[in-house]
T-cell receptor
Framework: EPEVTQTPSHQVTQMGQEVILRCVPISNHLYFYWYRQILGQKVEFLVSFYNNEISEKSEIFDDQFSVERPDGSNFTLKIRSTKLEDSAMYFC????????????FGSGTQLSVL | KQEVTQIPAALSVPEGENLVLNCSFTDSAIYNLQWFRQDPGKGLTSLLLIQSSQREQTSGRLNASLDKSSGRSTLYIAASQPGDSATYLCAVMDSSASKIIFGSGTRLSIRP
């Protein structure tokens, strides 16, 4: 079965550094998402992306964050100047259809900011 | 603002029992509702998706129901097995159809 692939699985960084989290969505999917889950808390929406632009973003997704689909296969989340509170599991997800199909999630990148 | 609540937060039952997990949401203007499974340290796997016009969906031993007007969904697991042990998350796609909003999950443990 096709799957969403995320790299790296773990990322450790120093506070203030920039990180890029990478995702390869399922190849024929059109809608892309980033979510995060702080340990012990709910899975939170960050941003949705379609047709090379952001569809919606949460209040968490401030100027520190950006997303990009640099080519036909990758979907990246960049966090500039990381903070301690950015430590979380970050999940990428994709779907073929906006509202009629299941959302497929990657296995996540565990980001630790020291 | 849409809020999704799941009860109970944790549940432990002996193998073979049938069980029900509950989900409620505050805004009935949803496109669909999904139930996900999350294993420790892993990603989320979509188990069932119910469109807003549907009442239920079934997959194997799983049956999910949706009562949109009352803002409730249940996930029924028949003949539970130790391999069913995981956290089960309920999520609704809100009226913008641009995101899904998760509940906090029910951590299920099936005792052999």
């Amino acid at each position: 079965e096709p799957e969403v692939t995320q790299t790296p699985s773990h990322q450790v960084t120093q506070m203030g550094q920039e990180v890029i989290l990478r995702c390869v969505p399922i190849s024929n999917h059109l809608y892309f998402y980033w979510y995060r889950q702080i340990l012990g808390q709910k899975v939170e929406f960050l941003v949705s992306f379609y047709n090379n632009e952001i569809s919606e973003k949460s209040e968490i997704f401030d100027d520190q964050f950006s997303v990009e689909r640099p080519d036909g296969s990758n979907f990246t989340l960049k966090i500039r100047s990381t903070k301690l509170e950015d430590s979380a599991m970050y999940f990428c997800a994709s779907s073929w259809d906006r509202s009629n199909e299941k959302l497929f999630f990657g296995s996540g990148t565990q980001l630790s900011v020291l | 603002k849409q809020e999704v609540t799941q009860i109970p937060a944790a549940l432990s039952v002996p193998e073979g029992e049938n069980l029900v997990l509950n989900c409620s949401f505050t805004d009935s203007a949803i496109y669909n509702l999904q139930w996900f499974r999350q294993d420790p340290g892993k990603g989320l796997t979509s188990l069932l998706l119910i469109q807003s016009s549907q009442r239920e969906q079934t997959s194997g031993r799983l049956n999910a129901s949706l009562d949109k007007s009352s803002g409730r969904s249940t996930l029924y697991i028949a003949a539970s097995q130790p391999g069913d042990s995981a956290t089960y998350l309920c999520a609704v796609m809100d009226s913008s159809a641009s995101k899904i909003i998760f509940g906090s999950g029910t951590r299920l443990s099936i005792r052999p």
